[in-house]
Structures are given as structure tokens and as C-alpha cells.
């Protein structure tokens, strides 16, 4: 079976997988540089964590074949600086720009001030393309970590979009629930419709039919009756950045099935890579949560729904609290309990 690959670089130019065209159609749209790369980020092209982190990679290794002899540092902080702009709560896209930072620092430190920007441009497009392979493969390794909670699970619920999608590939709560099912583990999987960017129904349900995994989709408003038939046993989510104490950012909407998900006694599992981990960020509180635009709601397939006039409430992202959270998944183990001392614990693992 193909792998689904949001991100595609093919002779030194980005093809990113057009989610908002998906499922309808799967079209490549070509990038060439921060500006680009950031609008992309900014309208969803492309999204989840991970995936905006490596895209956000390549956009800036093509900037950098544009970097001036002498004004490497100038030229690199302001791609960087339009490309964290893109979207404010995912921490994978900070981390991605601090670490293409470090790796240019080192090439001016190895050759001095004049170092030449062809040097600088190869060293960071070559950490972009190691940034993609370690993804995927470090989101097979947190599926495998999952896949083990989910041997007893009846059902189990996901929200929003956390699958190859969102990522480099496999996916991380996806990449769980399929690591089980590659395991032979069977389970009625349950995706929410995520309003008001339907990321479950066009993408989560896309995902799961091409990976032959039977998927029953439902609306947001739908879960806590669900809950309450006892036909789910477990919910796994991803995350946009878990702070230091264990508080989840994700999709909005998350929260209240967390909150759901403990009414019922349902195990409520986080899928987070490290570098959706920011252990510089004490608690939620510090979280900046994304603001998006009114039509999202108001609209639907571009379609006015809503009365004419209406005010608009749209953050894109909610805080769980970490005393809602059963586990956290790693790519380096399952952490619960004491989250500050278990997330410190895996980022050092992971990071070496
Ligand atoms: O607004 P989106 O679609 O970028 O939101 C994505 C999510 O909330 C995902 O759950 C999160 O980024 C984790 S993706 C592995």
C-alpha cells in the first residue's frame, strides 16, 4: 500500500500534499522560498505539528540559496522570523528554526564570518532532509510505545487529524492506533468531525480507508452520548505543544473529551514526539493559543451558514490539564504520573 507523503522535496523545491483539496483531490502544490512556505503554513496547505516543523525546514533551505556573503546571520533570522509567524502554537516549528540556526552557526564558526552561503544553504537543506527521515521514524517508535496500551482497547476515539498527515509520515496518534492494528490488535476506531476545519472528516477518515482500517465518523457534539454506550475504551490525541507539566495543547475540542473521557473512565493517551514537548513552557497557561479567521466558522465549503453579523469565537487550539491525561506517548516510552520529572526524562533520552 502507498504511503500517504505530505511532504515531498524533489530537486531542491517543496511539494507539499494541498490538504485543503483533500479528499476530493490529491493535488502537489510547488514552493520556493520563506514566503511561500510560511502562506502555506498560514492557509493549511499543510498542518499538524510535525508536518508545519519539516515544512517550515525546507522553506528556510531554499531561502538559503538566496543568502548574501557577509549577511548570512541578517538574511537567515528574517526567513526564520516569517516562517515562526506562520502559526503561533505548534512548538515544532520553533524547534525545526532553532535547530537549522544551530547547524548554520556551525558552519560560520568552522569557516569563520565570510563562509560561503552555498555552505551554509547545503548544511541546513541537509539537516531539512534528515529532520523528514527522523520523523517518520521516530513516530513509527512512539506507535510501537502505544500500540501496547491499546492490546485490550474495545474502541477507540480520535480527534482532528494526528496521522501521516500532520507529520513527515506514519503519524503519531494515528501512527498508534495503526501500530496496533499492524500488531493484530482489533478495535472499532471512532474519528470526530473536528469543526470548524473538519480535519476528521476530510483527513482522519481519508487516512484510515486507504490504510483499510474501518473508521465510523462522527460529530463533535456526538461524544459524550457515545461515550456513554460504552463502546469506547480508549481516546488517543496528538498534540501541538505539551508544556513542561504535562498540559496538552490540541485541536480545539480536545478538552472537553478529556473531560468526557474521565466522567466515563475512558484511558485518555497524548501522542507526543519530543519535539512537540516544551519544557520552556512551565504550564497551558503559557501556551499561545491561534486565533483564526471568522469565516472558518461561519462558512462551510466556502458556503455562508451563519446569519449575517454574527461576532465569531474561533481559537484553533485548547489546553487539557495534565490531571485529565492518563499517558503521554513518546517516541522515547509512556510517561504518566509525574509529568515534569517523566517529559524531562524522555527529552534527554531522545535528544542524547
Ligand atoms: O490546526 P491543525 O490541523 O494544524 O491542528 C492539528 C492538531 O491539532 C494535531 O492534533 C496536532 O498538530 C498533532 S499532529 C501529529
Redesign the pocket.
Known sequence: MAEVRPIVWKGGKLFLLDQRKLPARETLLELSGARDTAKAIKD?AV??????GVTAAFGLAMEATHFRAGRIREDLAKAAATLEAA?P??V?LKWALVRLHGVAEDVLREYGEDASPRRVAAAIRREAQAMMTKDIEVNRRLGGHGAKLLSRASGVLT?????AL??AGY???LGVIRSAWESGTRFGVYATE?RP?L?GAR?TSWELTKLQIPVTLLTDGMVGHLFGTGRVSAVV????RTAANGDVA??IG?YQIAVLARRHNIDFYV?A?TS?IDLDCRDGSAIPI?QRGSEEVTHVAGRRMAAEGVQVFNP??DVTPAELVTAIITEAGVVSGDYRQGLARAVKKARG
Do not use: W
Not at 47 to 52: K, L, V, W
Not at 159 to 163: M, Q, S
Not at 237 to 240: A, F, K, L, R, S
Open positions: 493549511m498542518r499538524g505539528a510535525p508536518a508545519i502559526r502554537t505548534a515544532n480527534h482532528c487529524n494526528a496521522g500532520a507529520t503519524g503519531t496518534a473536528t476545519y480535519q483527513l490525541v496528538g498534540t501541538d490540541n485541536k480536545t501522542a514526539p512537540s491561534e484553533a487550539f
